[in-house]
């Protein structure tokens, strides 16, 4: 049976106890503001406008507002108030003062969810590991270490099917093509890390190549985690696949065509939104 989001939200709604109005999704005052860039690579920008066109769809449809900026001065205390998640579609805050009033709202119980590129860090680059309660302590999984090429889909693995956000994806599903990253922290040995999805066996190997590096044919990479300390959630998607090779820059695969991953999505704002503090 296709999947309508109508629907969806309708159970989601009724396993939480959440009252929606009849015939209206839209009433439901959860806010959603995205944070982006914009600038650095077009596999990110193609993402970040994806994102930009889909969100305030899918938000029609299940009960949340949806709101962007690139202005990253708005990540301050006043600006913040008005949400119950915040987004990072591709970076991360630069500015001392940015930095501080995130970290504030997040230590006060707001929500965050980060794709693909917001947790990236490598010393040296453009993004250096400069923060460490970000990285090392909010995410937990330190700086990038290295990825797989080409962009590919994978098979996931739902390592807790009971969290919310994870509710009726069955216990694994295909993801979209994505450029996959590992990390230099080992999630599994961090206490206050929830790993939620994680590549499949049957996904190896993954990535094509041509560099050997870049294929990967064992191993546990986590793909989607929660830090218990936050209302946080972390998913590796957000890279789609650009032509580079033919030059053509034209758009091989989109984040947002794929309804279980939009699913996991979904329940995960909807989850953050509505968790106590």
């Known amino acids: 049976m296709k999947y309508d989001p109508r629907v969806y939200l309708t159970v989601v709604a009724l396993l939480w106890g959440i009252i929606l109005p009849v015939g209206s999704c839209g009433q439901q005052k959860i806010k959603v503001i995205a944070f982006f860039t914009g600038k650095n690579d077009r596999a990110h920008i193609s993402f970040v406008h994806e994102a930009n066109r889909r969100l305030p769809e899918l938000g029609k449809l299940n009960g949340f507002t949806y709101d962007s900026t690139s202005n990253w001065d708005n990540l301050n205390t006043e600006f913040l108030s008005r949400y119950q998640v915040v987004l990072f579609l591709d970076t991360r805050p630069e500015k001392p003062e940015q930095r501080a009033a995130f970290q504030k709202y997040m230590e006060n119980g707001g929500g965050w969810i980060g794709f693909h590129f917001a947790a990236f860090a490598l010393t040296p680059s453009a993004y250096p590991q400069n923060w460490d309660w970000y990285h090392d302590q909010f995410l937990g ?99 789609n696949d650009i032509d580079y090779e033919n030059k053509t820059n034209r758009e091989l695969s989109l984040t947002f065509d794929n309804d279980a991953q939009n699913r996991f999505l979904i329940n995960s704002i909807l989850w953050l939104a509505n968790r106590g503090k």
Do not use: C
Not at 163 to 169: D, E, H, I, M
Not at 218 to 238: C, F
């Open 141 to 239: 999984s330190g700086q990038y270490k290295s990825n797989t090429w080409r962009p590919t889909s994978a098979i996931l693995k739902v390592e807790v099917p009971e969290n919310p956000a994870t509710r009726g994806l069955g216990s694994t599903f295909k993801a979209s093509p994505n450029e996959w990253y590992r990390w230099e922290k080992d999630l599994t040995q961090n206490p206050d890390i929830q790993i939620l999805l994680s590549i499949d066996p049957a996904s190896f190997p993954l990535g094509t190549g041509p560099k050997p590096h870049e294929i990967w044919h064992s191993g546990y990479y986590p793909v989607a985690w929660t830090n218990k300390k936050y209302k946080m959630l972390y998913m590796n998607m957000g890279h």
